[in-house]
């Protein structure tokens, strides 16, 4: 009997992301082990990623950057990604040169993470299908890299949210 170890290879490559997509790992943390990074997510809260589901905005994933608390509803949620900070001198310059990362800026706090100069930004702006949504950034300056931390939601919303995102922006470690 010939055996086709293309299609096994394939098979199993297959069969190793379906169960890595649907079994998370650590639904309670988002980690991104290319820059030690870790973070709790809320209480009741998923670690995943968005789905290509038309029913689902975000599904449970391992490696997932993104947090939600409802699978079927687009806000609210959190995610974490990263930037080069080229070509850009300074975190402020990049902060303040890109409004369109986080919308239009309510305040800017200069604080440290885990010991990283990092800028806090409230924000205000337009999210899906225009509905006025509120968030939290956080951008850490590790290198030359900037890692972006957010939770959005609802403007209406955000007031009882806001402690909640703080809480879990609190628990972020950086090795």
Known sequence: MKVNHSRLLLISILSLTVNICSHP??????????INFEMKVPSGWKAGC??????RKFKPAVNGDYCFRCERNAYPFGRVWVMKLAPFSTLEELVNSIPSLHGMALDQTRIQV???DAIQ???AGLGENRQPVKGIYRYILKGDSVIIVSFLTIADSFAQQESLFLSALN???IK
């Open 25 to 34: 790992a650590n639904p309670g943390k988002i980690v991104v082990r290319e």
């Open 50 to 55: 968005p789905s290509v589901q038309s029913r």
């Open 114 to 116: 885990c010991g990283y």
């Open 121 to 123: 930004v409230h924000s």
């Open 171 to 173: 628990t972020i470690e």
